[in-house]
């Protein structure tokens, strides 16, 4: 990450006192502190640390609204990746693809079986400025009209921001926005473009490894 883009939060179990941990506004995440992590409680009200991310309601929406698809999701990690926002800023991303609830907009096809395997869909949220609750809504609503339709998501794409990426771990989260962004630079380097895997190969990846396409 460049300069204090990007953010990280946890979510606590009840046996650590529940809440969250943020990492604060404006910090580099190359150099953090863990005595100035934020922390909040259950209700968003922050406890202790430096002030709290401005995405946090962001998180604590993705958390939520998650819960019903994936409960075991413990950590949303938000980057400003390059790949990724170059790709949000292209004029034609691809729309009504299989397994989609509707014909909204994602960040990219199935054009890698690691990417079907470890990201799955990425739908774009249309551009909010940072910290907008807006934007929260919008990916809560996201999250839960893609696992209404039984495919549910671990990562959405902020139109000229970035990804956010959520798992049941920080390594988790990480190796899946690590995968995301190499798909987009993937995407960038390849000329002609790429066709999407034809969809009995993405449904022989759901059969074999569970793919969450």
């Known amino acids: 990450m460049h300069a204090t883009a990007g953010n990280i939060s946890v979510r606590l179990d ?3 006192g529940g809440g969250f941990l943020i990492t604060p506004t404006d910090a580099c995440l190359g150099f953090l502190d863990p005595a100035r992590l ?9 406890t202790s640390g430096d ?4 995405t946090i309601s962001l998180h604590v929406h993705i ?22 926002v170059a ?9 009504g693809l299989p397994g989609a609830p509707a014909a909204g907009r994602e960040l990219l096809a199935a054009v890698t079986p690691y990417f079907v395997m470890k990201v799955g869909h990425v739908p774009v949220i ?21 696992g209404q339709a039984g495919t ?15 798992h049941d771990s920080p390594a988790q989260a990480m190796a899946t926005l690590e995968e995301l962004e190499e798909t987009a630079r993937l995407w960038h380097l390849s000329h002609p473009k790429p066709e999407a895997l034809h969809p009995s190969q993405i449904d022989e990846l759901r059969q074999t490894f569970g793919a969450p396409w």
Request: overall charge positive; aromatic content about 8%; some cysteine.
């Open 126 to 146: 249309p551009y909010h400025r940072p910290g907008d609750p807006k934007a929260a809504e919008r990916v809560a609503q996201t999250i839960t009209q893609y």
């Open 38 to 46: 934020a922390r909040l409680d259950t209700d968003s009200h922050q």
């Open 63 to 84: 958390y939520g609204s998650s819960a019903r698809f994936y409960p075991q999701t413990r950590c949303v990690i938000h980057t400003h990746s390059s790949h990724c």
């Open 152 to 166: 549910p998501i671990r990562a959405v794409m902020l139109e000229r921001l970035g990804p956010n990426v959520w």
């Open 87 to 95: 790709l949000s800023l292209q004029p034609q991303l691809p729309a």
């Open 51 to 54: 002030v709290a991310s401005k």
């Open 14 to 16: 009840d046996a650590h």
